[in-house]
């Protein structure tokens, strides 16, 4: 089955951009509480770490068990529909969070609990908005726009909670808890007047796959892609203590050195896995980021260790959207939105498992040890990508057209 082509009179740059742009404010509503919540829920309303940490990690749950509802309203209700949703759902998040604090002087349990279903309403908004984005700009652009697709999306995400993450902790420390949340209500609502003046992208008709079939088409780019995600883990979650370990300062040069090549080399080599194939992209970055995680593993400086960062930024970059291009290639059309719900929900299972190991590999063999284990899993990550391409075009159906649409 042929997906329908671009339409002729939509702009590939304009559609990437306004659809950027919904991503980030939406995802502004993510990156802005992340380091409000722990303040918020410790001092003001005096509970311990335990519920601090089910305070925010309690969206990424929500948001991993409703993968394959956010990819069934896509392929079903259209991406369009499915973003406005989560982006209405955002701005529900924001009103819970006023609500809560209202609350948070008389009744610091009402005021929890009211914060939590926020959470989870913003967890909700996350699913959405993430599947029907990535989505969406495939069904406006044609599959041969969809590593572009999923690449602008990835920026933007990634610029959004970089971005959003200090103004959030600046409304804190000037207007307090409520500026964030009124905050949180205004973004979302820059993101649906943009979203309100593209045009919709229409499902595909067709008999769609059960969801856990979907999961059997995407795992092994979604297992590769696990992999590679472990070197951008260990350095979001430990590079600084890292650093404080051998006594050198400045941790946020890594940082910063990490984020920039990751932005960069997709601005740039975008169009790298158009022109080269998913696999082959995959294959090559997972070695990069392999060699900048064993620089990590022998830094002897804080030079030595911004250069791994770097490099690790460099060979990440490309991971998620060369894979998820091969993971839409084995399911059809009208499973899009579920193949990509299935595939970005292997990232979301990495991420939450990734920290305990780390911490149970720090404790028992040192910080810089975390980092030989991510150049290891980049490795094997690179070796799947190199198999698994042939592995799929044997095992897909020969019903399911995988040719790129000339447009």
């Avoid at 993430?130 to 610029?159: D, N």
């Avoid at 973004?187 to 593209?198: F, G």
Wanted: aromatic fraction near 10%.
């Amino acid at each position: 089955m042929n997906d329908s082509p671009a339409a002729p009179n939509i702009s590939a740059f304009t559609t990437l951009l306004s659809l950027a742009a919904i991503i980030f404010f939406g995802f502004m509503t993510i990156g802005m509480p992340l380091p409000v919540i722990p303040v918020y829920v410790n001092q003001t309303l005096g509970f311990g770490s335990l519920m601090v940490g089910i305070a925010v990690g309690l969206q990424s749950v929500v948001t991993l068990l409703l993968r394959s509802f956010a990819g069934h309203t896509v392929d079903t209700r259209g991406a369009k529909y499915a973003v406005l949703k989560g982006l209405c759902g955002c701005v529900a998040a924001g009103v819970l969070y006023r609500v809560s604090a209202a609350f948070a002087d008389q009744s610091p349990t009402l005021a929890l609990i009211i914060l939590l279903s926020g959470r989870a309403v913003l967890g909700f908004a996350e699913s959405l908005i993430l599947t029907g984005g990535m989505t969406w700009g495939i069904g406006l652009l044609g599959p041969a726009h969809a590593s572009r697709a999923i690449s602008w999306q990835g920026i933007s995400m990634y610029t959004a909670i970089a971005v959003g993450a200090p103004a959030g902790a600046a409304l804190l420390q000037r207007w307090g808890f409520i500026s964030v949340a009124y905050t949180v209500i205004v973004l979302p609502l820059i993101a649906i007047l943009v979203a309100l003046a593209l045009p919709p992208a229409k499902p595909m008709a067709g008999t769609r796959l059960p969801f856990i079939q979907v999961i059997g088409r995407v795992w092994r780019p979604g297992l590769a892609m696990t992999l590679g995600s472990i070197g951008y883990a260990v350095i979001a979650a430990f590079i600084t203590l890292f650093y404080a370990s051998r006594g050198w300062s400045d941790a946020a040069y890594a940082l910063t050195a990490y984020s920039l090549t990751f932005i960069g080399m997709r601005l740039l080599f975008g169009d790298a896995v158009k022109r080269f194939g998913g696999a082959r992209v995959a294959a090559g970055s997972l070695l990069i980021e392999a060699v900048g995680q064993g620089l990590l593993w022998s830094a002897s400086s804080p030079t030595m260790a911004v250069i791994g960062a770097a490099l690790t930024g460099i060979g990440f970059s490309l991971v998620f959207p060369a894979l998820g291009v091969e993971a839409i290639k084995n399911v059809p059309h009208q499973n899009r939105g579920a193949a990509l719900a299935a595939y970005s929900g292997f990232f979301d299972l990495g991420l939450g498992l990734i920290g305990p190991l780390a911490g149970l590999v720090v404790g028992a063999f040192g910080y810089e040890t975390i980092f030989l284990c991510g150049a290891a899993s980049a490795i094997i990550g690179a070796f799947l990508a190199g198999q698994f391409d042939r592995r799929n075009q044997r095992d897909a159906p020969s019903e399911i057209d995988v040719t790129p649409d000339p447009h």
